[in-house]
T-cell receptor, first 115, second 113 residues
Framework: NAGVTQTPKFQVLKTGQSMTLQCAQD?????MYWYRQDPGMGLRLIYYSASEGTTDKGEVPNGYNVSRLNKREFSLRLESAAPSQTSVYFC??????????????FGPGTRLTVL | AQSVTQLDSQVPVFEEAPVELRCNYSSSVSVYLFWYVQYPNQGLQLLLKYLSGSTLVKGINGFEAEFNKSQTSFHLRKPSVHISDTAEYFCAVILAAGNKLTFGGGTRVLVKP
């Protein structure tokens, strides 16, 4: 049981390049999330998927797109990377998103640098 | 919308001393509250959560937190810290009918020998 896995662990991009961050969970969770972590700002929600087939914007969605490929996988795409997207990205999952304060389980993160 | 403020960005503390990390939230409706810990170069893991009932919540690794509705606070405490408690701690809130966590800015705890 690996929990939440993310690839890659590190990535360096040039401004304007594109890339996709991959996330998978093996806990049969319905809800998945993408966050970015910046110093002093905690984690901010980029996009989330309450269930397979649905996605919704979070607090900071601009410059990102997501795909809930199936129940296990939720990818985050940067179409044209900008230096402001330099951050650590975390994927998380929970049994269900609506109410009941389900614990979110986090992946180890992807450290992205955009030059 | 809800918001979370962690009043201390860094807390240095000596080994075996007590520590308190402060967290205040704002919301006009019922919320659930969480503390997460992030060890260096790792993801976040849940320390404890408050849903309802007793306002004193006990979590893993000897941590506890007290929910105070009148002061809209959820401070985290440990009576005696270890070197291994060196980490960043995040307070988070979710509306009782919601599905999105809102995190505070984090508090870095550095335990000194």
């Amino acid at each position: 049981n690996a929990g939440v896995t993310q690839t890659p662990k590190f990535q360096v991009l040039k401004t304007g390049q594109s890339m996709t961050l991959q996330c998978a969970q093996d806990m049969n969770h319905n809800s998945m999330y993408w966050y970015r972590q910046d110093p002093g700002m905690g984690l901010r929600l980029i996009y989330y998927s309450a269930s397979e087939g649905t996605t919704d914007k979070g607090e900071v969605p601009n410059g990102y797109n997501v795909s809930r490929l199936n129940k296990r996988e939720f990818s985050l795409r940067l179409e044209s990377a900008a230096p402001s997207q330099t951050s650590v990205y975390f994927c998380a999952s929970s049994e269900r998103g609506q109410g009941a304060a389900n614990e979110q389980f986090f992946g180890p993160g992807t450290r992205l640098t955009v030059l | 919308a809800q918001s979370v403020t962690q009043l201390d960005s860094q807390v240095p503390v000596f080994e075996e001393a007590p520590v308190e990390l402060r967290c205040n939230y704002s919301s006009s409706v019922s919320v659930y509250l969480f503390w997460y810990v992030q060890y260096p170069n790792q993801g976040l893991q849940l320390l404890l959560k408050y849903l309802s009932g007793s306002t004193l919540v006990k979590g893993i690794n000897g941590f506890e937190a007290e929910f105070n509705k009148s002061q809209t606070s959820f401070h985290l405490r440990k009576p005696s810290v270890h070197i291994s408690d060196t980490a960043e701690y995040f307070c988070a809130v979710i509306l009782a009918a919601g599905n999105k966590l809102t995190f505070g800015g984090g508090t870095r705890v550095l335990v000194k020998p």
